[in-house]
């Protein structure tokens, strides 16, 4: 079962610019989760957003959370060619019994030109 | 250094033979989960473990078994049954509910 649908599917940017990657879920979560992952290699968490809040920060990366929209958008300023990757979605929905397990989106693939 | 170890990094399975993929780890976790990842899609949860000897299954557990008999293991049996299993897996663990996961490198299985 896909909770997350992720928008737009692959992004391609310059250096330095803005990306924005957004995420739509359909049932009601705990938390909404943000993961990277290189070609071929695990995912990285990058940041935890949980249901009561509506923005978080960490270094280049801004999230924020609508439940009342069902969704959430990833900001990364300022990009980098490191930043290139997918970018993926997870949530926690409080259907889960408590139990940790999360369902992933199908993810935005990042390409930053330098 | 903690981390999570998933091996081998490569898997070849021939028709009808069952393959076991290792994951370790040393992040004192409770929690351990399996996902599938199929080319240019997400991640598909298959088996996850909240504590010792207790686990349950995900969306796509037919054909798949494991283990929970150590906190630090958590290995991943294809078996036979499984009837497409060339993919990607990819083993995480976590503090449970709340927190985010810690994933290995993966294993590429290919049948041949």
């Known amino acids: 079962s896909q909770q997350g649908e992720e928008d737009p599917q692959a992004l391609s940017i310059q250096e330095g610019e803005n990306a924005t990657m957004n995420c739509s879920y359909k049932?009601?979560?705990?938390?909404l989760q943000w993961y990277r992952q290189n070609s071929g290699r695990g995912l990285v968490h990058l940041i935890l957003?949980?249901?009561?809040?509506r923005e978080k920060h960490s270094g280049r990366l801004r999230v924020t959370l609508d439940t009342s929209k069902k969704s959430s958008s990833l900001l990364i300023t300022a990009s980098r060619a490191a930043d290139t990757a997918s970018y993926f979605c997870?949530?926690?929905?409080?259907?889960?019994?408590?139990?940790?397990?999360?369902?992933f989106g199908q993810g935005t693939t990042l390409q930053v030109k330098p | 250094d903690g981390g999570i170890t998933q091996s081998p990094k490569y898997l070849f399975r021939k028709e009808g033979q069952n393959v076991t993929l290792s994951c370790e780890q040393n992040?004192?976790?409770?929690?351990m989960y399996w996902y599938r990842q199929d080319p240019g899609q997400g991640l598909r949860l298959i088996y996850y473990?909240?504590?010792?000897?207790d686990f349950q299954k995900g969306d796509i557990a037919e054909g798949y078994s494991v283990s929970r008999e150590k906190k630090e293991s958590f290995p991943l049996t294809v078996t036979s049954a499984q009837k497409n299993p060339t993919a990607f897996y990819l083993c995480?663990?976590?503090w449970g509910a709340g927190y985010g996961y810690t994933f290995g490198s993966g294993t590429r299985l290919t049948v041949v």
């Open positions: 049932t009601s979560i705990n938390n």
């Open positions: 957003i949980r249901s009561n809040e």
């Open positions: 997870a949530t926690d929905a409080t259907g889960s019994s408590n139990t940790g397990k999360l369902i």
């Open positions: 473990s909240q504590i010792v000897n």
């Open positions: 992040l004192n976790h409770d929690a």
């Open positions: 995480a663990s976590s």
